[in-house]
């Protein structure tokens, strides 16, 4: 809360003693546009990092279901070899 209070205040925005309210100066069409051209860019940031993060976790999940194929055709290769191995001892 404080960091936010400094940020408002850099950006000649202050709070009002005892309210939270603020007063806003004479430019704030130019502080609105700004805030919502910072508001667009996290959006964007957000789908970007979103549509990473899934296709991340969709090449994650596929190498998981081959590890898994994997071990199971060693586990049945294994089962099936285990009676030969134990008449070649």
Not at 40 to 45: D, Y
Not at 49 to 64: C, H, I, N, P
Not at 73 to 88: I, R
Request: glycine share 4%.
């Amino acid at each position: 809360m404080v960091s936010s209070v400094f940020a408002l205040n850099e950006k000649g925005l202050a709070p009002m003693p005892n309210t939270m309210t603020y007063r806003f100066p004479t430019r704030h069409p130019y502080i609105i546009q700004e805030t919502e051209e910072a508001l667009e860019e996290l959006r964007s940031k957000y789908r970007d990092t979103r549509l990473r993060m899934d296709a991340e976790v969709e090449s994650l999940a596929g190498q998981v279901n081959a590890l898994t194929h994997t071990i199971e055709v060693v586990q049945v290769w294994v089962g099936c070899a285990q009676p030969w191995s134990h008449g070649m001892h």
